[in-house]
């Protein structure tokens, strides 16, 4: 059984653009959440959906957006990129929501924003 | 404020010794997990408790309701072991809080 997939691993962008980061779920399951992780504040929870809704939202500004597909895969936007942008994301998934269920994480996304 | 407070911060141990890393939170989660990230990032879920303990191999986690918190245990400690331990509450709906992880090295 696959994995959580997400692409790229590695990308580099400058201030002011945007990059949108890719997860695929494992296979049947339907809620995929995202976590930012950088030196100085660890890891923090962004959001999560579910069944292609946004059900919950951790304490980031509205710069960082997400969607899921009917497919259960799901983008993360970050649009006007900033320096303290650059981290690893992670997306997780899990069979229903990750409030009861454990959660299998994919193996990040490394952004640098110059 | 939902907080998570782990220590210790780093931990440095010999092959074969037992290993404690402890986690504390606040009221009101319905779940604590243990993962483990290896160099490179990856993230692994260890455990997901809500109540009592569970067992995998050498790797026992415990919760404690009443005193909110919780430890790890690793029996028999082995080198590939080393890696950053880190516990996070589920508060729900204010998604997963973190704790600051624990790094751990284990020397042969």
């Known amino acids: 059984k696959a994995g959580v997939t997400q692409t790229p691993r590695y990308l580099i962008k400058t201030r002011g653009q945007q990059v949108t980061l890719s997860c695929s779920p494992i296979s049947g399951h339907r809620s995929v959440s995202w976590y930012q992780q950088t030196p100085g504040q660890g890891l923090q929870f962004l959001f999560e959906y579910f069944s292609e809704t946004q059900r919950n939202k951790g304490n980031f500004p509205g710069r960082f957006s997400g969607r899921q597909f009917s497919n259960s895969r799901s983008e993360m936007n970050v649009s006007t990129l900033e320096l303290g942008d650059s981290a690893l994301y992670l997306c997780a998934s899990s069979l229903g929501s990750y409030i009861g269920n454990t959660i299998y994480f994919g193996e990040g996304s490394w952004l640098t924003v110059v | 404020k939902n907080e998570v407070e782990q220590s210790p911060q780093n931990l440095t141990a010999q092959e074969g010794e037992f290993i404690t890393i402890n986690c504390s939170y606040s009221?009101?989660?319905?779940?604590l997990h243990w993962l483990q990230q290896h160099p490179g990032g990856g993230i692994v879920s260890l455990f997901m408790l809500s109540s009592g303990k569970k067992k995998h191999g050498r790797l026992i986690a415990t919760i404690n309701i009443q005193e909110k918190h919780s430890s790890l245990h690793i029996t028999a400690s082995h080198p590939r072991d080393s890696a950053v331990y880190i516990c996070?509450?589920?508060?729900?709906?204010?998604?997963?809080?973190f704790g600051k992880g624990t790094h751990l090295i284990i020397q042969p």
């Open positions: 996070a509450a589920n508060y729900g709906a204010d998604g997963l809080t």
């Open positions: 009221v009101g989660i319905s779940a």
